[in-house]
């Protein structure tokens, strides 16, 4: 009986019409990549990673929460365990993940680039931890190599303001063969919780701009000069993630007195931290506004759960979770507070909890106002629901309350330089469901119609709603 590779070419696509719809449409286009978490120092010196370990394991928490619940001791997870047996831990774990979307996402890493069809397990793990190594250390499999291999044209970083850049000069100067922005991040700037953090940040904000930070006016000027240094170096986005909106009514004056008190170490009552943020986050989408950029925002994740964990591992080590907050009418009140002085910037809100789905597509109805196309976006299922299940909710909703063939689709989010095959899984859970409407008959067999659709929730709208066109011809 001859082989045939679990994951084939028509892995998810359960239909004629979305066999035909991914293959002659989606596959082809070239991935735009508008927010990820990729080190751009890798990206500007082409690294060449000695194995799969250290490109696929060392910075992915999700695969690090798989690896502890199936009892793995933590020396082989971040610890000081070599690359190879930490390696040999997952291909150990890998079999087990059945129906949790790595058990996926790691088969179609190890396909694309690789080109690897054996399901990882104990057995094989040396065999393929060889097959990997030797290729990463070939030709082709740099990490730009391997961005030219998933037909990467464009990335967008997450960067703090008070980062130099100097990485996007580097690519920008080199002509690597692709175009790396930068996003505008400043949670930082906004953490007036933590003041011994805060203050830290502001000296080092001084540092960078070279302005006497002593209140709220020179505070803002300096971060203003920031985002005037990231929009000439391409920065077309800018990027919060905050467990909820908490926008609350203040005055400039009131903001002005809790910085204040925040410069001399007072103690900031929640009611002037809701204020604060408040104000920060009106002067971002000010100036976003004024420059044509897009604001986006990451919404429902409650963070550093595990205290012990927290002191040991430190943040972003895979001890997050789902959020449950009220935070709909506050968001309404944040756009609105824009929207009426006629300053609100095209936006994207992600939601991580799926029982909020419905509300945030109904959200960007509010104060999409015909001046462009899909000013305001319902964006792709984010961390936990980045999965078929979440994906499959998040275009349901979208599709039902909004207009699907306007959605920007994909980003990566991701850490991983291997991340790249869940624009593969998007594409394929995506084409799926269409050709599944198709196939019942609840939508015409149109497939000139659709695969444009298609082609232009995978690469096209994304390009045109950024306006990525104008800053590179290669597009």
Known sequence: MPFTPFMNEDFLLHSKSARLLYHDYAAKMPILDYQCHLPPAEIATDRVFENYAQIGLCHDPIKWRAMRNFGVDEKYITGDATDKEKFFKWAETVPHTMRNPLYHWTHMELKNPFGIDMLLNAQNGEKIYEMTSDLLQSPGFSVLGILKKFQVKLVCTTDDPIDSLENHQM??????????????????????????????????????????IRNLVTFTAALRERHNFFHQMGCRLSDHCLERIDFTEHSEGEVSRIFDKALIGGQIEEKEIAKFESFMLVQFALWDHAKGWTQQFHLGAIRNNNTRMMRKFGPDSGFDSIGNFSHIKSMAAFFDHLDIENCLPRTIIYNLNPADNEAFATMIGNFNDGSIKAKMQFGSAWWFLNQKDGMEKQINALSNLGLLSQFVGMRTEGRSFLSYSRHEYFRRVLCNLIGKDIEKGELPGEYEFLGKMVEDICFQNAVDYFRFDKISNSL
């Open 171 to 212: 690519v920008k100067e080199t002509d690597k063969g692709l175009v790396m922005l930068p996003t505008f991040r400043p949670d930082k700037a906004m953490n007036i919780r933590n003041i011994l953090n805060f203050k830290i940040y502001i000296s080092d904000l001084q540092k960078i701009t070279n302005f006497e």
